[in-house]
């Protein structure tokens, strides 16, 4: 049996990537920061993601590996 990848799509009001504003990237946060580390969760947890921009900000989605 092959296996189904859900896709969820979160959407952010803040502007969408452009030359001047890149796509979100992993950051490597101190171990005292607040923020930070949201890809480093996505990444660990998922397939693959991705950010499609929007009229208003961005969509941002993500495939979940799950196994029967």
């Known amino acids: 049996m092959g296996s189904r990848r859900p896709v969820e799509q979160l959407l952010d009001g803040s502007p969408s990537p452009t030359r001047a504003t890149p ?6 946060p101190a171990d005292s920061a607040e923020s930070g580390r949201g ?3 996505v990444e660990g ?3 693959r993601w991705g950010v ?3 009229k208003r900000g961005k969509a941002i989605w993500y495939e979940l590996d799950c196994r029967a």
């Open 23 to 28: 796509s979100p990237r992993r950051r490597t």
């Open 45 to 47: 947890l998922t397939h």
């Open 52 to 54: 499609d921009p929007q």
């Open 39 to 41: 890809l480093q969760l």
